[in-house]
């Protein structure tokens, strides 16, 4: 739980928490785009991952194998973000392809989100 806390401080990058749990869920994306089954690719992602993606990833990845997830684990949990990012993303794409094409997308709070350079 150190770890954890040391998270939400502001370091000398004036990173706050919002700011590195965006850099966490674009490390998860780039490892999904990595996978050979990946069910996305976000090609970008590797470059929002930053100095705390890794390591935002791996804390939250070990809580949640034993304290939260414990039926998927430490890996289930990387993926959950992994299906969540595809149906979010899924349902998006349904909702504009059911329109005119006069409808947009504004994605408050989005952190790091790269959809719109997906492939």
Known sequence: MKEYGELQEVG???????????Q???YERML?????????NDP???????????RCSDTFSSMAGTH??????SEGFIQYHASRTKLIS???SKWIST?????????????????????
């Open 44 to 54: 970008i992602a590797k470059y929002f991952a930053g100095d705390h993606g890794k």
């Open 90 to 92: 899924d349902h998006i």
């Open 12 to 22: 000398d990058d004036g990173l706050t928490w919002a700011n590195k749990t965006a």
């Open 68 to 73: 939260m997830f414990t039926d998927i684990g």
């Open 24 to 26: 966490w869920i674009a």
């Open 99 to 119: 329109t005119d094409g006069t409808k947009q997308v504004l994605n408050m709070g989005a952190g790091m989100d790269t959809r719109c350079y997906w492939d």
């Open 32 to 40: 999904e785009s990595e996978r050979p089954d990946a069910i996305f």
